[in-house]
């Protein structure tokens, strides 16, 4: 009885306006986990892109292989992995704060390197060869004349992941980490509004996620005219 | 690397031969099978014009990319310039830099002005400032007939008018030699003699050159010497005139009949 009577001044206490409050302010936490992911992403993603594509084969095996392993396995195993993982193997106490941030950035990293190495790849060789063939060594040849080139190609693709990675954090709630989704969840626990809050939520990371989609079509399609 | 310039140029002007390049038995397999070079050797002189001539599949591509290490070599030597370019080198951006090369397809950069084109190895590999470069860049342009159009991007040029893009952005590095892969074969009829007008202005200036081309006319009016080439050997060389006039081989009577219909 007394869980009901909490249930009910729960629900009295958490109104609309509170509920929205709390989720924005959880809200955060999805955002700065995506960045992080993001920034932190990107930094390794462009090693991983710059192993794939090297004349080294060790390097080039070892890239694959890591992008083969982020890219096949679930997300959500990536972060159990990482939490119980990293904490019995190092004997860290890792927060899941932390465990989310490294997840999620190995796992960008993985999507971006891949993405960024498709664009290298897609610049004729013919580039290669002219700067080559004008005495530029092979990162003067990438920086001057390859990446220039490769970027363009690359941010339709890059800014339409950000969606995923925007999308993905909500799964860093399976290991406790408070972002929106968990907030929902515990918020709706209490007042019993699952629909209410889960609506909310959606709302709020479509909010996140469709001007990125909106800007990487028109990026694309600005891209496909240009040349 | 000037000062080695200097030295090279003084060291080969005693040298009674005065070779730019010297390829001996030149030997190249692909993927340890195919033996597209079958023991190739060339003597190229200061200011010649050696073309290349010789059916598709032949090895000619193949040969005169050796000369700047585009293409690894298995057996052989190369020298350039007094270099010598030895089948596992590291180092080649020196040879490089020495050897201007145009290709079939242009290879423009294209999110580069053609002026940016033709200062970027001048400003990157010789490390020059970006406002002699830009003079450098603006005469080439100028003797190419193309500096109305310095501040242009490639994609907005015609084809025979990046050919000739190219050709400066090569000449820009101040080359020792040039070579030329089949220069107006992705061309338009039309623009094939602004560009060859372009190359013969380059070889009446004294620039040494090895082209790979089918035009007869430009072979017989430039080249100091023709050397055919067949299954990745070279199967007879001479004047334009003994070359045209009275070939030996059967080989070359055969591609002539071709090439002259
Ligand atoms: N990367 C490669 N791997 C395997 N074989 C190759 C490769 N590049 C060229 N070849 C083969 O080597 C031979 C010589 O090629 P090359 O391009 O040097 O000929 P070419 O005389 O320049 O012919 P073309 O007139 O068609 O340009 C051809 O049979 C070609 O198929
Ligand atoms: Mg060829």
């Not at chain 2, 501040?151 to 040029?157: A, T």
């Not at chain 2, 220069?183 to 338009?188: G, H, I, K, V």
């Not at chain 2, 006039?245 to 081989?249: C, V």
């Given at each position: 009885m007394t869980g009901f009577l909490f249930a009910q001044s729960a629900t009295d206490q958490f109104t609309l306006d509170v509920i929205v409050r709390n989720l924005l302010l959880a809200t955060r936490w999805t955002i700065a986990l995506s960045a992080i992911a993001f920034i932190g992403g990107g930094a390794v993603g462009f090693l991983i892109m710059l192993f794939r594509i090297s004349p080294n084969k060790i390097l080039r095996y070892i890239s694959a292989a890591y992008v083969e392993f982020f890219q096949g396995t679930p997300l959500i195993l990536q972060l159990f992995l990482t939490f119980f993982g990293l904490s019995v193997l190092f004997n860290l106490n890792l927060s899941p704060w932390a465990a989310a941030a490294i997840a999620l950035t190995t796992y960008t990293s993985a999507f971006l390197g891949d993405i960024w190495r498709g664009s290298v790849q897609a610049v004729p060789q013919g580039q290669w060869e002219a700067g080559t063939a004008l005495g530029m060594t092979y990162f003067k040849q990438l920086k001057r004349v390859i990446l220039p080139q490769a970027v363009r190609m690359s941010i339709p693709p890059t800014v339409g992941f950000a969606v995923q990675v925007i999308k993905g954090t909500s799964l860093a709630s399976v290991i406790g980490f408070v972002e929106l989704t968990r907030s929902a969840s515990a918020i709706s626990n209490v007042t019993f509004k699952p629909f209410l809050l889960f609506s909310i939520a959606a709302v709020i990371y479509f909010c996140l996620c469709f001007p990125l989609s909106v800007l990487s079509k028109q990026l694309e399609k600005r891209f496909a005219t240009d040349g | 690397m000037t000062q080695f310039d200097s030295m090279g140029a003084i060291a080969t002007a005693d040298d009674s031969k005065d070779a730019v390049i010297v390829a001996q038995d030149v030997e190249k397999w692909y993927s340890n099978k195919f033996h597209v070079l079958q023991g190739v050797s060339l003597t190229v002189h200061r200011g010649e014009v050696v073309v290349v001539m010789g059916p598709s599949g032949s090895g000619k591509s193949t040969f005169i990319r050796t000369f700047n290490a585009l293409e690894p070599y298995q057996k052989g030597s190369i020298e350039i310039d007094g270099i010598k370019l030895t089948p596992n080198m590291k180092n080649v951006e020196a040879v490089r830099r020495e050897v201007g090369m145009v290709f079939q397809q242009f290879n423009l950069f294209p999110h580069l002005t053609v002026l940016q084109n033709v200062m970027l190895a001048p400003v990157e590999v010789r490390g020059w400032k970006k406002e002699q470069a830009k003079q450098v860049a603006g005469e080439l342009l100028e003797r190419v007939g193309i500096l109305n159009q310095a501040?242009?991007?490639?994609?907005?040029?015609s084809g025979g008018q990046q050919q000739r893009v190219a050709i400066a952005r090569a000449l820009a590095m101040q080359p020792k030699v040039m070579l030329f892969d089949e220069?107006?074969?992705?061309?338009?009829p039309e623009m094939v003699s602004e560009v060859l007008d372009v190359m013969r202005t380059l070889a009446q200036s004294g620039m040494t050159m090895v082209c790979v081309t089918h035009e007869v006319g430009f072979a017989r009016q430039v080249a100091d010497r023709i050397v055919f080439m067949a299954d990745g050997l070279i199967v007879e060389e001479g004047t334009p005139q003994e070359f045209f006039?009275?070939?030996?081989?059967d080989r070359t009577k055969q591609f002539l009949a071709q090439i002259l219909h």
């Open positions: - | 501040n242009k991007f490639p994609g907005q040029l220069p107006t074969s992705a061309l338009d006039g009275n070939p030996k081989h």
